[in-house]
């Protein structure tokens, strides 16, 4: 069994509102993000934080996803992670709510590759999603000794998984990202 951790706990600063709910394919961006994880996955918890209520608004219809708040959302990404492979059990995909151009293929490459930590790469430069086999469960939620996820993947080793897919590299941190992406995304229709 697959699951999808989407994370979209953060206080969205330097986009100055909360990107998960700006619009992308004429609907959340978060809700964006969801559908194209869904058809690889058995489950999908969505981790919140700062923005809990909202998020949940847009949640709440999806009878196949559960909205999940993260208290420590303050302290940083990698306690929405924890929370997320917490409420987990079985292999996962971690990608963070604003990243939803990442095509069916990395997704299916990513599930077929060999590694208990599967990273893909784009143009030589590292992206998300991050595929993580369930045996490291444990290993992520006993530790303190890891700041954030990157430590705990370079510490346990990684796979790396070319993909032709650029999507693995976007996501939303100010307004113009945003608009980038409503570019990237109309130059491909």
Avoid at 53 to 76: H, M, R
Avoid at 124 to 143: Q, V, Y
Wanted: glycine share 6%; hydrophobic share 35%.
């Amino acid at each position: 069994m697959v699951e999808g951790i989407v994370l979209a706990g953060g206080l969205s600063k330097r986009a100055g509102s909360n990107k998960m709910a700006f619009t992308f394919r004429n609907k959340p961006l978060i809700l964006s993000t969801i559908e194209t994880l869904r058809p690889f996955t058995d489950r999908i918890v969505v981790i919140s934080g700062h923005y809990h209520d909202e998020i949940l608004s847009f949640i709440e219809p999806l009878e196949d996803v559960e909205c999940l708040y993260n208290e420590a959302y303050t302290e940083g990404m990698y306690t929405s992670v924890k929370k997320g492979m917490a409420n987990t059990t079985g292999d996962v995909f971690i990608i963070p709510g604003d990243m939803p151009l990442v095509k069916p293929p990395t997704y299916e490459k990513l599930m077929k590759s060999e590694g208990l930590i599967r990273v893909p790469v784009h143009n030589k430069r590292k992206g998300h999603p991050m595929f993580i086999d369930a045996s490291l469960r444990s290993a992520l939620l006993d530790s303190n000794e890891y700041p954030h996820l990157k430590a705990f993947r370079n510490a346990h080793g990684f796979n790396e998984v070319t993909v032709e897919d650029e999507g693995v590299l976007i996501d939303i941190d100010t307004l113009d990202d945003y608009l980038q992406m409503k570019r990237i995304e109309e130059r491909s229709e």
